[in-house]
């Protein structure tokens, strides 16, 4: 079975700091991929980043960046320099038959 | 990025009335789209899988005969609540898949049904 955890049901943080937001996954699975997806009160799911899991390399988009931990089965996101855009649920998900955590909801403090 | 359309945005029917939603993709071809469902402040919950040309695969509990999905095309799917009632109002999300872009999955905008 897969199974995805964010154990962070809501975070803030101040303009223009940094956070870092938390998911653990689980899979029998050798290669797989990962992804961060935003949905800001439209309820428009967005893309945000994408790991795949034989790349040992952190992706990286602008200011959003992952902490891939394959061994830990860990994927954090880090958003710095955070904007007021950045406010929404941010949901973690595995695999080709996407497995979503349960999301983080973050709001951007002015 | 890609476009997956979805339609209609909102729709509100009478309970024991049947209702189809479609989601396209506008500039590529998905063999592969998703439906999902979506309560009010929860995560999304996979509903089914739909490969063009072939039967969706439903996900554990989820109704086959109360959600129908079709995927006629490579850039069309749809989604139709039959015998809708109250407890199926809620927020229904498609995607479809590129195979190009690395199993990305692009999301449709959404369709909030309400059920009289």
């Known amino acids: 079975a897969q199974t995805v955890t964010q154990s962070q049901p809501e975070m803030s943080v101040q303009e223009a700091e940094t956070v870092t937001l938390s998911c653990t996954y689980d899979t029998s699975e050798n290669n797989y991929y990962l992804f961060w997806y935003k949905q800001p009160p439209s309820r428009q799911m967005i893309l945000v980043i994408r790991q795949e899991a034989y790349k040992q390399q952190n992706a990286t988009e602008n200011r959003f960046s992952v902490n891939f931990q394959k061994a830990a089965k860990s994927f954090s996101l880090k958003i710095s320099d955070s904007q007021l855009g950045d406010t929404a649920m941010y949901f973690c998900a595995l695999g080709n038959q996407f497995y979503f955590g349960t999301g983080t909801s973050l709001t951007v403090i002015p | 990025g890609a476009v997956v359309s979805q339609h209609p945005s909102w729709v509100i029917c009478k309970s024991g009335t049947s209702v189809k939603i479609e989601c396209r993709s506008l500039?590529?071809?998905?063999?592969?789209m998703f439906w999902y469902r979506q309560f009010p402040k929860q995560s999304l919950m996979l509903m089914a899988t739909?490969?063009?040309?072939?039967?969706?695969?439903?996900e554990q509990g989820v109704e086959k005969d109360k959600f129908l999905i079709n995927h006629a095309s490579l850039t069309l799917s749809t989604l139709t609540v039959t015998s809708a009632h109250p407890e199926d109002s809620s927020f229904y999300i498609c995607?479809?898949?590129?195979?190009?872009?690395?199993?990305?999955?692009?999301f449709g905008a959404g369709t909030r049904l309400s059920v009289l």
């Open positions: 500039d590529f071809q998905a063999t592969t």
């Open positions: 995607s479809a898949r590129s195979q190009l872009a690395g199993n990305i999955q692009y």
């Open positions: 739909s490969n063009e040309g072939s039967k969706a695969t439903y």
